[in-house]
Nanobody, 119 residues
Framework: QVQLVESGGGLVQPGGSLRLSCAAS????????MGWYRQVPGKPREPVAA???????NYADSVKGRFTISRDNAKNTVYLQMHSLKPEDTAVYYC?????????????WGQGTQVTVSS
């Protein structure tokens, strides 16, 4: 089984920064793309950023220029560096990983970490 554990969420003032981390654990798996989504109550989960095995990145228009996604393949970890945070960035942030494990290719999700941007 592949498990994803996020960390780094919290309360930050508008204009501040936070760094989220997500580590994948288990054995016998290969990770392709990794990414971050976010969700606020009453709304669908939306993509924030993604990074492929070759380092290619994609961002939602709302976070371009403020957020940076990166990964450490040796540690099976993906990061989301967030700058110039706005109140509308407040959400539960989830990481996911596109993995090949036990003969199947599947998407795995973390449990989520709360990010609150407020003065």
């Amino acid at each position: 089984q592949v498990q994803l554990v996020e960390s780094g969420g919290g309360l930050v003032q508008p204009g501040g920064s936070l760094r989220l981390s997500c580590a994948a654990s288990g054995s016998g798996f290969n990770i392709y793309a990794m990414g971050w989504y976010r969700q606020v109550p009453g709304k669908p989960r939306e993509p924030v950023a993604a990074i492929a095995n070759d380092g290619t990145t994609n961002y939602a228009d709302s976070v371009k220029g403020r957020f940076t996604i990166s990964r450490d393949n040796a540690k099976n970890t993906v990061y989301l560096q967030m700058h110039s945070l706005k109140p509308e960035d407040t959400a539960v942030y989830y990481c996911n990983a596109d993995c090949y494990y036990s003969g199947l290719r599947s998407i795995y999700w973390g449990q989520g970490t709360q990010v609150t941007v407020s003065s």
